[in-house]
């Protein structure tokens, strides 16, 4: 059974967090501080360990700077209030997570079950990937790459400042879980994080959407609405695609930014807003300014702190563990206990990953309700090859017209390539933009039209 060690003389909280423990299937053990905490865990350490930042014989920080704690391996810091400060350094300095009082329940079942779930996996990854199973994870994100690790070390560092973020990664690499990251661990965390899809709003209702309006002052307004910037007040506004934010839209964004204020459509009457930005793009921003889809201002004033989300297949053995998580989720959803075989495992790090950490997850998805117990590679296997339904290979019959061929061969590629479309232009020799202007023309294409499209045809 999974163990649990409590520090800390405040019994309040120590009942708190030992209730939800048990619940979770650990034995729990509690100790005043330090000094008894010492003698207990070389008796035998604890899978995981709660430290009071305040404990009767000192500070709670020494768990992560004496000798003789070394051997814990998930240290979560409990402090009084949310200062946070404590939190990241906590953070920085090795701590799995950190908790206020009066503990939030969920927040800690979640973290008992991400624990168990590594002890699981670490006991079924081999070797050299034991050793990234041990830290894997900053906030909700998993990995231990060094990469990874790279990124976690910026974003606690950018986090708990005001400044703009800028993230930057290709489809499906976690811009959003990093933007949700970064508000988690800010002063801004107890107020609402917003996530807004520029590309993804229809250009007619974009503007009331992020500055609102007043009654009446479009036709269908029939009463005043509120904003994203001021919904999010006082929180983050995470700006996703927003290259794909009309141009006259850009402008006013620039303008709030500069000013901290901004007016409802049809009223004069200028807000003040305290609003965090977080925006992202898996568009080169460099690609999009010269493409004339993002302003060169705007860009700028984003720019300020600009962190890049590696592509999963620079992540190694991460993979495993990532697809281990995916895997325990459904596990845990519809009370199974399938397993990844070795080879299913070796498949899936071998793999390149164009959709990345997305990808990943819809693999083994699928996967998993193909497989009855055990995932293997051949399980795995139709879903890297139907990753492209028309194969590798166009077949196009005599007759056919260029305009035609043109058309199959660019949704093919981009098929192949996880739907990225810098991969696609690169791989098809021309321009980003070439590519847009060529989707533009030939419609929308996606699977589910296919599949209707298809199903049409039997
Ligand atoms: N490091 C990670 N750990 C755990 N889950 C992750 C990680 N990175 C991504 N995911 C999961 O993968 C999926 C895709 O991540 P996310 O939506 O953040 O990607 P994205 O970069 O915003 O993609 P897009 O550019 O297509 O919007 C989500 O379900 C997310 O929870
Ligand atoms: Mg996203």
């Not at 508000?183 to 917003?194: E, V």
């Not at 009223?267 to 568009?283: F, G, M, P, Y």
């Not at 053995?317 to 459904?330: E, G, I, K, N, T």
Request: with cysteine; aromatic share 6%; hydrophobic share 40%.
């Amino acid at each position: 059974m999974p163990h649990a060690l409590i520090v800390g003389d405040d019994v309040r909280t120590r009942t708190e967090i030992a209730t939800v423990c048990m619940a979770a299937g650990f034995v729990v053990t509690v100790a005043m501080g330090q000094r008894d905490a010492q003698q207990q865990i070389s008796g035998q350490p604890p899978d995981i360990a709660f430290v009071d930042l305040n404990l009767p014989d000192g500070n709670g920080m020494v768990f992560f700077d004496k000798v003789e704690f070394r051997t814990l391996r998930e240290i979560v810091l409990v402090t009084g209030e949310a200062t946070v400060d404590t939190a990241v350094e906590a953070l920085r300095v090795g701590a799995a997570d950190y908790l206020t009082k009066p503990v939030n329940v969920r927040r800690l079942q979640m973290l008992l079950g991400r624990v168990a779930r590594q002890l699981e996996l670490k006991a079924m990854l081999a070797g050299s990937t034991r050793d990234a199973a041990r830290s894997g994870h900053f906030g909700g994100m998993l990995g231990a790459a060094p990469v990874m690790q790279k990124l976690y070390h910026h974003i606690g560092r950018v986090a708990p400042t005001e400044a703009t973020v800028l993230l930057l990664g290709e489809s499906g690499t976690g811009k959003e879980i990093a933007a949700q990251t970064i508000h988690d661990l800010s002063r801004r965390q107890r107020q609402p994080f917003l996530p807004v899809n520029c590309g993804a709003i229809s250009p007619q209702l974009i503007e009331s959407e992020i500055f609102g309006h007043e009654k009446g002052s479009f036709t269908g307004a029939d009463r005043q609405h509120k904003g994203y910037f001021e919904r999010a007040n006082g929180g983050t506004l995470f700006l996703d695609e927003v290259t794909e934010m009309p141009l006259e839209l850009q402008v006013k964004l620039l303008r709030v930014l500069e000013t901290g204020a901004f007016m409802r459509i049809g009223s004069n009457q200028e807000l003040a807003t305290d609003v965090r930005i977080i925006a992202a793009s898996n568009r080169d921003p460099e690609d999009a300014i010269s493409d004339g889809r993002l302003r060169l201002d705007l860009y700028h004033r984003l720019n300020v702190f600009p962190l890049l989300i590696p592509p999963l297949r620079e992540r190694g053995a991460d993979v495993a563990l990532l697809a281990q998580h995916f895997l325990d989720d459904l596990n845990a959803r519809h009370d199974t206990e399938k397993i990844l075989s070795g080879d299913g495992l070796a498949s899936l790090v071998g793999y390149h990953w164009p959709g990345n950490v997305r990808e990943l997850r819809n693999y083994i998805q699928r996967a998993f309700i193909l497989s009855d117990q055990v995932i293997d590679a051949a399980a795995l296997a139709p879903a890297f090859t139907s990753q492209s339904p028309v194969g590798l290979a166009l077949a196009i019959p005599v007759g056919t017209s260029l305009a035609e061929v043109d058309r199959k061969l660019i949704f093919a590629t981009l098929e192949l390539c996880g739907g990225v479309k810098k991969r696609a232009a690169d791989i098809l020799g021309i321009s980003l933009k070439t590519l847009y202007n060529r989707l533009e023309e030939y419609g929308p294409h996606d699977a589910v039209q296919r599949e209707s499209r298809d199903r049409s045809q039997v």
